[in-house]
Each structure stands twice: as structure tokens, then as C-alpha cells.
């Protein structure tokens, strides 16, 4: 591998590692708000489904304005920060979901 080559998609990582933290941070309040009452009556797996096709058009959305703002992302730069971004906006969303209903479960049991 070249070496211009390997700098050139370290550069990548680490600016689609900087937008993934930013974008999963700035959607996070709007997809938790329009997923919450429907899944805390859902398995895990079910809740996993239903936020995973919930956040495909809130990420592309956001990807969309990164690469308007940013039009020296080339494609592969932007698919990687879709994926990325997605991936970690449904994990941290169904993981908090999951825990509070867990919560409320053991704070129903204690009264």
C-alpha cells in the first residue's frame, strides 16, 4: 500500500470517527422522541428492528446537510460516516430504552 494511500484513509477514519460523534449526538433526542412509547412495549430484538428502520432517514438526512457543508467528502467518506453513524445512534437509543424499561420494571416490583 502506498503511503499517500494509507495517510489518505487514516485522514478518513478519523474525520468520519469526528462527524459519526457529532451527527449520533445532534439526531440522538430525535429519534429517541419518536421511538420511546413504541418500544418499551417490544422484546429487544423487536425494539432493535423498529429503531434500526427509524434512524435510516434521520441519519441520511443529517449526512446529506455534512456533505452539502462539506463538499470535499468524497463518496466512500460519506457511506462510511452513514453506516458508522447509524449503527452507533440505534445501539445507544435501544440501550438506554431498554435500560429505563428495565428500570421501571424492578421500581414497579419495589412498591
Known sequence: MPLLTFLADLRAARIVDEFTQNLARQTYG??????????????????????????RPVVTTEVAAVAVAHPTLNARTLQMLSEQTHDRLVRSVVSDLMRERVEQARSRRAA
Open 30 to 55: 430525535t429519534l429517541r422522541h419518536m421511538c420511546e412509547r413504541r418500544v418499551l412495549t417490544m422484546t429487544h430484538a423487536e425494539a432493535r428492528g423498529y429503531v434500526w428502520a427509524k434512524a
